[in-house]
């Protein structure tokens, strides 16, 4: 790689910190950020299971309404 490479790598660096903002690197209100590893390690002791799939429309609005039906309970 030569110079200018190099400089435009530190460029590209900076102007990617920029757009992640701040509060990215300190976290929200200052808290530490958990990584991926700590989070799953959290999720599965509450029980909690990764599970991706795509769902219909109205299944999914039944579900929503579900949710709020047990929230008000």
């Known amino acids: 790689m030569n110079k200018f490479q190099l400089e435009q790598n530190k460029a590209f660096k900076l102007a990617n910190d ?3 903002g701040g509060a990215a690197k300190l976290g929200v209100a200052g ?3 958990v990584n991926r590893r700590e989070q ?4 599965q002791v509450k029980g909690l299971v990764p599970f991706a ?3 219909d ?3 999914v609005a ?3 309404a579900f949710a709020e039906a047990t929230k008000a309970e």
């Open 18 to 20: 920029l757009k992640q």
């Open 31 to 33: 808290q530490a950020k």
């Open 40 to 43: 799953r390690k959290l999720d």
């Open 53 to 55: 799939c795509k769902l």
């Open 57 to 59: 429309e109205k299944l």
């Open 62 to 64: 039944q579900l929503k």
